[in-house]
C-alpha cells in the first residue's frame, strides 16, 4: 500500500479550487509563486496544479504576510524548514544503516 499522506502531495487542483480553499484571489497565489513561496506543478498546456499540502502552506504563508512578515522572511522560514525535514531524514537513514531494526 502507498504512503497513507500521498493524497496529500498529489498535485490536482486548478487555481480556481485553490482560491475558494484558501480565500486567497488567483492574483495573490500567483505571486506567492513568483516570490518562490509555493512550487505548483505546470501541465503540458501550463495550467497549475497543487495538493492539499500546497493549499495549507498557503494558508500558512497568507497569514505570516497579513501579520507583518516579510516575503523574505517567509521564504527564508520555508527553506529552513525545507533543509530540517532533509537533515531528519538523513540521519534516520544513517541510523537504519548503524542500528539493529530492533531499537528503532
Known amino acids: 500500500m502507498e504512503n497513507k499522506s500521498f493524497y496529500r502531495t498529489k498535485k490536482v487542483m486548478k487555481i480556481g479550487i485553490v482560491t475558494e480553499l484558501t480565500g486567497l484571489s488567483e492574483r495573490q497565489v500567483r505571486y ?14 501550463g495550467i497549475r496544479k497543487y495538493s492539499f499540502s500546497d493549499i ?7 497569514k505570516k504576510i497579513k501579520s507583518g512578515f516579510p516575503v523574505t522572511a517567509v521564504r527564508m522560514e520555508l527553506l529552513k524548514r525545507k533543509i530540517q525535514i532533509k537533515t531528519n531524514a538523513m540521519r534516520k537513514s544513517h541510523l ?9
Open 56 to 62: 495549507e502552506l498557503l494558508i500558512e504563508i497568507s
Open 32 to 45: 506567492y509563486e513568483e516570490k518562490e513561496l509555493i512550487f505548483p506543478e505546470r501541465t503540458s498546456s
Open 96 to 104: 537504519k544503516a548503524y542500528v539493529p531494526h530492533t531499537c528503532l
